[in-house]
């Protein structure tokens, strides 16, 4: 059953249920279109992640009446703790966030320019830690550490319904751009965490909006991927050649994302993460 989407000035809010739970993607426009989706899960009033900056208001506005009771932010990216600072003013509801997460959050971050266009500055939010499992009226999630995207990240899986709220870990099947930062051998790892988890039938709930019913399937495919993405680059590596030569051998072409964002987020980036050494 999906809400109509509603513009309101230069941004865009758009709500969708799958069963229980509310996926309210944001974005900001530009040119009529949104640069970038993020998305935040409401669940029992269990808010996950609070969008970018941009969209705070949006999201607050939305939340009016929700009966919210808790908010967790999977990571501190300034698309994940966007809306904190209103909707601890607003609601006086407890953030919770990981160890490594919380100190990160409460400081002002430093964005590049494309970042600040697309998401904008979170105002710093003191967040409580996160406990090892999170109670709702009618769930249990349990809080799992996933570090790849960046050291911080959690995911939070509810095990009866099968709900994986994946945060930043699982972007798509083939990944083929990412972060200098990020790491690519730790994502598969923490991805295995999640494919090795009770639930028969896991759903994955991702940081961009995207559903997957068959999260089991898009876990193990994505781990295979990066072993296969792996060896092409090590026997490439043999032969000489250089990461920006390699992404035109492995990817065809260079990802579009990397002129949007200054070479931020590229696939030399991913190759670069191949050729590392496996921690
Ligand atoms: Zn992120």
Redesign the pocket.
């Known amino acids: 059953m999906a809400a109509p989407a509603c513009a309101r000035r230069s941004t865009l809010i758009e709500v969708d249920r799958f069963g229980d739970v509310t996926r309210i993607k944001m974005g900001r426009e530009y040119q009529g279109r949104v640069l970038y989706w993020t998305a935040a899960y409401l669940v029992d009033g269990l808010l996950i992640d609070t969008g970018c900056p941009h969209t705070a208001e949006e999201l607050t506005r939305f939340l009016e009446g929700r009966h919210l009771k808790l908010v967790v932010n999977t990571?501190h990216?300034e698309?994940?703790v966007g809306a904190n600072h209103l909707l601890q003013q607003q609601f006086k509801i407890p953030i919770m966030a990981s160890q490594e997460s919380a100190p990160l959050i409460g400081q002002s971050l430093r964005l590049l320019p494309y970042q600040e266009l697309v998401w904008g500055y979170p105002v710093p939010t003191k967040v409580g830690i996160l406990p090892r499992q999170v109670e709702t009226e009618s769930h249990r999630f349990e809080v799992i550490g996933t570090p790849g995207?960046?050291p911080d990240h959690v995911a939070l899986v509810e095990t009866i319904k099968g709900w994986c709220f994946t945060?930043?870990l699982f972007i798509s099947r083939e990944p083929k751009a990412m972060r200098p930062e990020e790491d690519i051998y730790e994502i598969a790892r923490s991805m295995k965490k999640l494919v090795d988890l009770p639930p028969e039938k896991l759903t994955l709930f991702t940081?961009l909006g995207n559903v997957a019913e068959d999260g089991r399937a898009a876990l193990q495919s994505c781990i295979q991927y990066i072993r296969s993405l792996s060896l092409k680059a090590r026997a490439l590596e043999r032969q000489g050649l250089s990461p920006g030569t390699m992404v035109n051998e492995i990817f065809g072409r260079e990802s579009v994302l990397a002129g949007l964002t200054d070479g931020h987020i590229s696939s030399e980036n991913v190759v670069r993460a191949l050729l590392r050494p496996q921690s």
């Open positions: 990571h990216h698309d994940h995207h960046c945060g930043d940081g």
